[in-house]
């Protein structure tokens, strides 16, 4: 059973930071691009990170860019997403992906097959 699991959300003051973890069994995640995607409450999911199957590409979106950093740990079948600074707008439902398709980095949801359950991220005071 394919299965990619989340962990590492929390609450953290504005200015904090959290490392995400995504874990997969089922899988090895080295055989696939990962992203991660987030969803605030009444928006629409976007894509935050992503690491592609080939080379090691990396993917950012713009309000990310120079605080978030994303990495593979093949050894523990793990993707991490190292986030620094965070603000209250970064509050939301993370969620890691598996792409089985495209080598390289896609941003739509809609290209993704495995999901995450998700791990809830708050900034606040």
């Known amino acids: 059973q394919v299965q990619l699991v989340e962990s590492g959300g929390g609450l953290v003051q504005p200015g904090g930071s959290l490392k995400l973890s995504c874990t997969g069994s089922g899988l090895l995640l080295n055989h696939y691009s990962i992203g991660w995607f987030r969803q605030a409450p009444g928006k629409e999911r976007e894509a935050v990170s992503c690491?592609?199957?080939?080379?090691?590409?990396?993917y950012y979106a713009n309000f990310v860019k120079g605080r978030f950093t994303i990495s593979r740990d093949n050894a523990k079948n793990t993707v991490y997403l190292q986030t620094n600074n965070l603000q209250p707008d970064d509050t939301g439902v993370y969620y890691c992906?598996?792409?089985?398709?495209?080598?390289?980095?896609?941003?739509?949801?809609?290209?993704?097959?495995?999901w995450g359950q998700g791990t809830q991220v708050t900034v606040s005071t």
């Open positions: 690491i592609s199957k080939i080379d090691r590409n990396e």
């Open positions: 992906a598996a792409d089985v398709d495209h080598n390289w980095c896609q941003i739509s949801s809609a290209d993704y097959d495995f």
